[in-house]
């Protein structure tokens, strides 16, 4: 799976279909599952930004978006089954959210009680022309109107593009990856016809419930955020701002660049691996490492501060789950001049540890109980926040299929005031999304920035240097 936006996808034109979730059951029938769960600090935070910003006419567009291809004449039967098995089987897809009493509450509805609706849109004659219709298609998903989800495809005579948008209130960066998987998969045994055989996943309502039950009571003088409060001590901040300048004024959000590049092919990321194992670290140390590094390198401080998402599905029940399961924790480490590459690996592997032990602590509750005051009812960061993010597509659901599926990961956001990377490994190499504010001097630094970074990784990979 590459991550990569839309507007550099190459899709063949053709005949365009729409399928959105209906609910069919009576409001208020007696047979509808119990109302008003939970949701997560995530989802709560989220949708009340969302809310606000409508209020303001202030709001920021967004997606979460996937696509893939699937090979010969379309079964379109079997593909609208393989999409309404999807959704029926994620609970997150089925939920609609409610503001009550101050925080906001889901319904969950049941499997049965949702269909799907077909829009023939018909054909679209050009590449340019698919791939603007789909950044605008992937924008109709929208925080505070239900559906969350929206799908479709591109249908040729010899091949079929599926695509799928999703708010992030029901989604995240590892979701994608399982909802190819899923819909990929269910197509493949309807159109075999077999019924899809999967192993049952997870609640995300019972997730929520879980995070709120050991949460719902922290105070700020809690033990639990020492790990927060010594960060911030240290650091002077709650938000790590990303230390090169942008050329961005204060409360000011700006168009957004979004680019995706390749830092090292295959062979390349795997000499890094090599190297990173060699002085018992991951690739993803060596890359953060290789982040502080390249930082100093164009002016940056010698010790590295940033937020860092962190996975909380664990390998049990909510390991294939669809839903927003990310955490976001602090870290930091020394990059000092001339230090060399295990000295600095060590630092990031104490720091990784010491973050895994306190990584129960939500972010949206450190943000609430320790932040600024001016902050708390924020929107957005309040400036260029240092944040760095990494997955490993090669270890998600299908992912030796994500090849010939020609798997895509699409992100977007229409105004921002920073800069964010989200670097990825997949079977060809490692690669970095990055969105960033549209101005000459952040195109200049963050292209400063991307070369010294590959640099290193270089150098890294070939020799263990910096």
């Known amino acids: 799976m590459l991550q990569v936006p839309i507007e550099d996808v190459e899709i063949a034109p053709g005949h365009v279909f729409e399928w959105s979730v209906v609910e069919t059951r009576m409001h208020g029938s007696a047979e509808s599952g119990p109302p008003h769960e939970t949701t997560t600090y995530n989802q709560a935070k989220h949708f009340a930004v969302a809310q606000d910003s409508r209020s303001t006419d202030d709001s920021v567009s967004a997606y979460v978006a996937g696509s893939f291809e699937i090979s010969g004449p379309l079964d379109r039967g079997a593909l609208e089954s393989a999409l309404l098995h999807f959704v029926r089987r994620h609970e ?85 990856p399982i909802a190819v998987h899923d819909i990929a998969s269910a197509y493949a045994a309807y159109a075999g016809g077999e019924e899809p055989d999967f192993t049952e996943v997870g609640s995300y309502v019972d997730f929520s419930r879980e995070q709120r039950g050991r949460n719902g009571t922290m105070v700020a003088e809690d033990g639990r955020l020492d790990h927060w409060k010594g960060f911030m001590a240290r650091g002077g901040n709650f938000f790590p701002p990303f230390p090169l300048d942008l050329g961005v004024e204060p409360g000011c959000l700006y168009p957004t660049v979004n680019e995706t590049e390749t830092l090292l092919p ?97 972010f949206v509750q450190a943000w609430r109980l320790l932040a600024p005051r001016e902050y708390t009812a924020l929107r957005y960061w309040p400036y260029a926040v240092n944040f760095f993010s990494y997955l490993d597509f090669r270890k998600a659901p299908g992912a030796e299929h994500h090849a010939a599926r020609n798997a895509r990961k699409h992100l977007w956001a229409s105004r921002s005031n920073g800069i964010c990377f989200w670097f990825h490994r997949n079977d060809a190499g490692l690669h970095m999304n990055s969105i960033y504010v549209d101005t000459p001097q952040a195109r200049t630094t963050k292209s400063a920035l991307g070369g010294t970074l590959e640099h290193t990784l270089k150098n890294m990979a070939e020799a263990g240097t910096f």
Request: hydrophobic residues 45%; negative net charge.
């Open 266 to 362: 295959a062979d390349g990321a795997a000499a890094l691996d090599d190297q990173c194992r060699a002085v018992d670290g991951r690739l993803f140390m060596g890359l953060l490492a290789a982040v502080g590094v390249s930082l100093r390198k164009e002016g940056g401080p010698s010790v590295y501060r940033g937020l860092m998402p962190v996975n909380e599905r664990g390998r049990g029940v909510y390991a294939h789950t669809m839903g927003w399961f990310i955490n976001t924790m602090p870290m930091e480490f020394p990059v000092p001049e001339g230090a060399e590459f295990a000295e600095v690996m060590t630092g990031v592997r104490s720091a990784f540890a010491e973050m895994q032990r306190h990584a129960d602590v939500p």
């Open 92 to 176: 997150v897809l089925r939920c609609t959210f409610q503001q009550l009493a101050g925080d906001l509450s889901c319904d969950a509805l049941a499997p049965e009680d949702i269909e799907l609706k077909t829009v023939d849109v018909g054909p679209v004659g050009s590449a340019d022309g698919i791939r603007a219709y789909l950044h605008e298609f992937f924008q109709r998903v929208d925080t505070l109107s239900w559906p969350l989800i929206i799908m479709g495809a591109v249908v040729r005579d010899d091949s079929t593009t599926v695509y799928f948008a999703c708010d992030h209130l029901v989604t995240d960066g590892l979701s994608t």
